[in-house]
């Protein structure tokens, strides 16, 4: 038997898709084939497509929104989970638990709706809630880490867990699941009472303030550099006078220099040029390193 009969027969069921294009799931709009792409529907299959990988030893990696990721072209071999279809959001009190695939800014709505104060500060960001606990996703003096009480995940070796804050050892766009390779499967988060029109306020406020900074209207991934210590990434970039400056189809956003745009059909090596070169001039102009936030996955083409 084949493997991919194999996989058919023991992964029954399941809704995966053979050599699916990546570039239209991600953010940047680029990126090649992945062998398998899976949409597990609850965590029951999500641990049963870790268990067969991992006996067949084919690779396996995650997805939620790929909103902080590029696709290399020549895309991601294995099996690559998204996690879209785990998405239910339940309130208890004063507490939200969310399946690591439900959307970031809906869980903020219901937040919202809830009259729960504290989840303000992620109301733009585009990612899954599984992707913001591994990123520790913040904006605007907000972070995950702030909020959150605990989180259930699978483990490399397909156990399941529950992890305190705590044990997450979470840092500036840091936690431990980045070492420990475990898969978030839901999280806790501890908010507090509140006024909705004051919450809903805020939420205008910081709504705006990103359509008035950052070029929403392209295809990106955010910003792509960690803020360095004492510095900001965008007026670094700014500074070394490279707004504007293009590898191929990807360009440094001339409304944010810490966006990076695909303007014309770029490519992943049009990413991956254009960062190197960014790193390199600004360390050439002010000595400092700039650090990668964005995450670079697959395989060159
Ligand atoms: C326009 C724009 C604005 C943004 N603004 C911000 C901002 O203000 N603040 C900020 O912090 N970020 C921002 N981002 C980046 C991004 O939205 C966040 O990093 C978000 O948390 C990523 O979540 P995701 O689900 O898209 O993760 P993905 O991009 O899908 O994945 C990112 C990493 O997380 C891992 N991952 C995803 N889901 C899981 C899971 N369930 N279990 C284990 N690992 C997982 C993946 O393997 C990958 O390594 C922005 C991005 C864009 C495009």
Known sequence: MSVKENMLEILEGIDIRFKEPLHSYSYTKVGGEADYLVFPRNRFELARVVKFANQEDIPWMVLGNASNIIVRDGGIRGFVILCDKLN????????????????????????????????????????????????????????????????????????????????????????????????????????????????????????????????????????????????????????????????GGVEVSEKHAGFMINVADGTAKDYEDLIESVIEKVKEHSGVTLEREVRILGESK
């Open 88 to 247: 239910n959001v339940s309130v208890d009190g004063y507490t939200i638990e969310a399946e690591a695939g439900a959307n970031l800014i809906e869980t903020t709505r219901i937040a919202l709706r809830h009259s729960l104060t504290g989840f303000e500060f992620a109301c733009g960001i585009p990612g899954s809630v599984g992707g913001a606990v591994f990123m520790n996703a913040g904006a605007y003096g907000g972070e995950i880490a702030h909020i959150l009480q605990s989180c259930k995940v699978l483990t490399k070796d397909g156990e399941i867990e529950t992890l305190s804050a705590k044990d997450l050892a979470f840092g500036y766009r840091h936690s431990a699941i980045q070492e420990s390779g475990a898969v978030v499967l839901s999280a806790k988060f501890a908010l507090a009472p509140g006024s909705h029109q004051v919450i809903k306020q805020e939420m205008d406020r910081l709504t705006h303030l990103r359509e008035l900074k950052q070029p929403l209207e392209y295809p990106s991934c955010g910003s792509v550099f960690k803020r360095p210590v004492g510095h900001f990434a965008g007026q670094l970039i700014s500074e070394a006078g490279l707004k504007g400056y293009r590898v």
